[in-house]
C-alpha cells in the first residue's frame, strides 16, 4: 500500500505497510501526492495501467479514526479496547456493520480514482468482509471511474465474492502445486483442481502466482517451495486462462532471499536481472497473441493428450487462427520423450524462446529436460 504506517504498536524498525494510518495519504518516503500524480499520468501515457493496493479490513493503532470516529472500529468484549485482527496486534478491526464506516470508506476509494486516475484496486483479504460491502462500493466507486477489481479471496473457497471482482487469487493451485513438487502425487490431482476453477462459469478471472509478498517473506521464495519447476510454473501462469502476478523481484530472481516484512529491505535492482528477458518474452506474447487474452470466453483451452499424460502437461490456446502451445515436462525426468497424440496441434509454430520454427505436421515428438517447458505461438 501507498498509505503511511502506524506507529503505534508497530512491528520491526518500519512497520507493516498493512497498518494504515491515514487512507487518503501518502507514505512521505515515497514522495508526495502530486509526485504519485506524476507517475499515474506517466504511466499511463507508456501504456500502463496502475491499481493500488487497498487495505479495507483494518487499520492501524493510530489511524486517524480511531480519535475521530471510534465507533468506527470493532470492540474487545474482555478488554473494550480495539479489537486486534485476527491475532496481529499491529492492526485492529473494522466494523463493517456500521453504516457510516461503509461511508467513509467508499468515498475513500473515490478519492483515489478522483485525485490521482488510478485504473483499479486491489482489495487485501477481500473476504474478510461481508460480500455486501463490495457489492455497495463498486457501483458507486465504479461511478467516478470504471475499475479493474483484484480481490485476494479464492474463488472455489469463497464464490460469492466472484461476482463482484474481475479477479481473484488462485490460492489452492499456489498450494497444490507446492504440495505436487514437493511429495510426487498424480498430476491428474493439478488438472483436476483447473477442472474446478474453469467451471465456476462466471465472468472473472484466476491470477495465477507463484509467490507474493506474504508468500516470500513468510513461507519462503518461489524456489524454496517448487525448486526447479518454478520457471515452468511461471510459464503456466503467464499462459493459462486468467492474468499472471509477478512480484518484485522475480525477475532477478529472487532465488535464495526473502524479504524482511517489518523492516526497509531493498531489491538489489543492480541493472542484470538474469529472468529479465524470460519474463518479457513471456509478457510481450500475452500482450500480443489473443489467444492468450484473459477471460475473453471465445478463447479455446484444451489439454493435448500425449504419450506420457503422467508427467507432460500439454495444452493449446486458440482465438481464431492464433494459437499458442504450450509444453511442460512437470516431472524430473532427466530425458521424458513424448509425442503429441492430438489432430489440432498442426502446422508450424514459432517456439517463442529460441525463435525457430517448428513444423508439427513432420514431428510431434519431444526430448524435455526435467521441469523443461517449450511455447510455440503462431
Known amino acids: 500500500p501507498i498509505t503511511p504506517i502506524a506507529q503505534k504498536n508497530k512491528k520491526g524498525s518500519l512497520g507493516s505497510p498493512y497498518a494504515c494510518s491515514d487512507y487518503t495519504a501518502i507514505n512521505p518516503e515515497f514522495g508526495t501526492l502530486d509526485d504519485f500524480r506524476n507517475l499515474v499520468k506517466q504511466a499511463h501515457e507508456m501504456g500502463f495501467k496502475v491499481i493500488i493496493d487497498w487495505v479495507a479490513n483494518h487499520t492501524g493503532w493510530d489511524h486517524r479514526w480511531t480519535t475521530e470516529h471510534p465507533d468506527y472500529f470493532e470492540r474487545d468484549s474482555a478488554t473494550n479496547d480495539f479489537k486486534i485482527a485476527s491475532g496481529m496486534d499491529d492492526i485492529i478491526e473494522l466494523n463493517y456493520n456500521n453504516p457510516a464506516l461503509r461511508k467513509a470508506m467508499i468515498e475513500a476509494m473515490q478519492y483515489w480514482v478522483k485525485e490521482t486516475d488510478i485504473d483499479g484496486y486491489r482489495c487485501d483479504l477481500a473476504s474478510w468482509m461481508q460480500v455486501d460491502f463490495w457489492e455497495e462500493a463498486r457501483p458507486q466507486v465504479d461511478a467516478v471511474k470504471p475499475l479493474f477489481w483484484l480481490g485476494e479471496f479464492d474463488e472455489i473457497q469463497e464464490p460469492a465474492y466472484g461476482k463482484v471482482f474481475d479477479a481473484s487469487y488462485s490460492w489452492k493451485w499456489m498450494h497444490q502445486t507446492k504440495h505436487f513438487y514437493q511429495e510426487h502425487p498424480s498430476l491428474d490431482s493439478l488438472y483436476q483442481l483447473l477442472q474446478q476453477y474453469s467451471a465456476i462459469g462466471d465472468s472473472s478471472m484466476r491470477a495465477w502466482f507463484t509467490t507474493n509478498h506474504d508468500e516470500n517473506s513468510w513461507n519462503g521464495t518461489e524456489y524454496e517451495k517448487y525448486g526447479d519447476m518454478a520457471p515452468a510454473l511461471a510459464v503456466f501462469s503467464c499462459t493459462w486462462n486468467g492474468v499472471p502476478l509477478i512480484y518484485s523481484g522475480q525477475e532477478l530472481p529472487l532465488q535464495n532471499k526473502r524479504l524482511e516484512f517489518f523492516e526497509k529491505d531493498p531489491i538489489p535492482w543492480t541493472g542484470v536481472y538474469r529472468l ?27 489439454r493435448i493428450k500425449t504419450s506420457d499424460d503422467g508427467r507432460a502437461f500439454v495444452y493449446l490456446r486458440k482465438k481464431g ?34 525463435g525457430t520454427t517448428h513444423n508439427f505436421d513432420n514431428n510431434k515428438t519431444f526430448d524435455l529436460e526435467a521441469w523443461a517447458y517449450r511455447v510455440y505461438e503462431k
Do not use: C, M, W
Not at 321 to 333: A, H, I, M, P, T
Open 321 to 354: 487462427d492464433r494459437e499458442v502451445l504450450v509444453v511442460l515436462n512437470f516431472s524430473n525426468e532427466a530425458k521424458l520423450r513424448i509425442t503429441l497424440d492430438d489432430d489440432r496441434v498442426k502446422g508450424s509454430f514459432k517456439d517463442v524462446f529460441s
Open 276 to 302: 529479465q528477458n524470460f519474463y518479457k518474452t513471456l509478457f510481450t506474447l500475452k500482450a500480443n497473441n489473443p489467444a492468450l487474452r484473459g477471460g475473453d470466453p471465445s478463447v479455446e483451452t484444451h
